[in-house]
């Protein structure tokens, strides 16, 4: 498995990264931990939020303070978080190996 992403292009692997943690965002904030008991949240509200938050441009569709639990606030600042900071990219782990460690391994094959 390992290999067959190696292979990849760099631009598709950073695409599909992205796509992922957009995408586990949503889902983990239509969890029921992450949503108020008075409030309800659509898939697409959801998924506009993690986007947002991932590409850090502070656009909303709900009030988070008013929609999401303190698990859901969590989980937007942490998405923030992984779309503002590349200090944190190097401690997300890819299949079991540092993701630092397979860019550099996809950069110096390609040359």
Do not use: W
């Not at 978080?81 to 401690?91: F, K, N, R, T, W």
Request: glycine share 6%; net charge negative.
């Amino acid at each position: 498995m390992l290999a067959k992403i190696k292979k990849q292009p760099p631009g598709r692997l950073i695409a599909i990264g992205f796509a992922l943690v957009i995408l586990i965002g949503a889902l983990l904030l239509m969890l029921p931990v992450s949503v108020r008991n008075d409030a309800k949240v659509h898939f697409i509200d959801a998924l506009f939020t993690s986007t947002s938050a991932v590409c850090v441009t502070g656009l909303i569709s709900i009030d988070v303070a008013d929609h999401f639990t303190f698990f859901g606030q969590v989980v937007v600042a942490a998405l923030i978080q992984i779309g503002a900071s590349e200090d944190s990219v190097p401690d997300m782990d890819f299949f079991g190996d540092d993701i630092v460690e397979i860019f550099i391994n996809i950069f110096t094959e390609s040359r």
